[in-house]
């Protein structure tokens, strides 16, 4: 008897699935056959596999087929966002990592310029950002206000700045930046971040502002805990 059209569909579909010469789907079959357990402890691999169809008649609908489908992309989805989640983690450890050295690098500072020198000249590298700066709001200490690293801001140039409440405000992406905090470098910046610094119960108020030209860099929903942490780091040596 000869085979009928869906049989022979069958057959070289089986055969063009075998990738390796001299393995034929007989080969394959016995293989499962001899290993009941091989999917279930090789699951990725019903990614790959297309379903059979049930025939039923024209009028029935192959749910079975719908369903495996269905599962096959639900698995691929989680495959995908758990892939996201490791990037993020890692891209959050490497961030931190990043905060903490810049912490580090200002702890032993030898006096206020040095200090100032290596936020505005070390932390950019260190923190891979194009700009950072410090601004206080005249009518402080007159050695800080001295300082070459320190900008002068206008009186409630702060709460303009960042709000009434606020202590970290992310701006991205494609903000205009101010000259006043960035300098000849504001055209490049398109991404920015500001702390609130508080270096005393009579200090005169004072903000950190970071800038870069990564349009993502920063932006608002973004987690500010680590910009939170090394604002009070630098508030505390400021104010030691």
């Not at 810049?102 to 505005?120: C, K, P, Q, T």
């Not at 030209?213 to 608002?220: E, I, L």
Request: proline share 6%; with cysteine; net charge negative.
């Amino acid at each position: 008897m000869s085979r009928g059209i869906g049989d022979r569909k069958r057959s070289a579909r089986s055969r063009s699935l075998v990738g390796k010469p001299g393995t034929s789907a007989a080969d394959v079959r016995a293989y499962l056959e001899r290993h009941p357990n091989f999917l279930e402890d090789n699951p990725a691999l019903l990614e790959m596999l297309t379903p059979p169809e049930l025939h039923g008649g024209p009028v029935v609908s192959d749910f079975q087929r719908f369903q495996v489908l269905r599962l096959q992309q639900i698995l691929s989805d989680l495959g995908s966002h758990q892939s996201r989640l490791i990037d993020t983690a890692r891209g959050n450890l490497t961030n931190q990592e990043k905060i903490h050295q810049a912490a580090l690098s200002i702890l032993d500072a030898e006096d206020l310029n040095e200090l100032l020198h290596r936020v505005a000249r070390d932390w950019p590298v260190t923190l891979g950002v194009d700009a950072v700066a410090i601004g206080f709001e005249t009518g402080g200490e007159a050695g800080r206000e001295q300082a070459d690293d320190i900008i002068r801001l206008e009186p409630g140039g702060t709460d303009r700045l960042l709000g009434d409440q606020e202590v970290v405000v992310l701006r991205g992406p494609e903000v205009t930046a101010t000259t006043m905090l960035f300098g000849p470098a504001a055209p490049l910046i398109k991404a920015q971040a500001l702390v609130r610094l508080r270096t005393g119960e009579n200090a005169a108020p004072g903000l950190l502002a970071f800038g870069t030209r990564d349009a993502d860099g920063f932006y608002p929903g973004q987690g500010t805990d680590l910009l939170r942490f090394l604002g009070a780091i630098l508030a505390r040596c400021l104010n030691p």
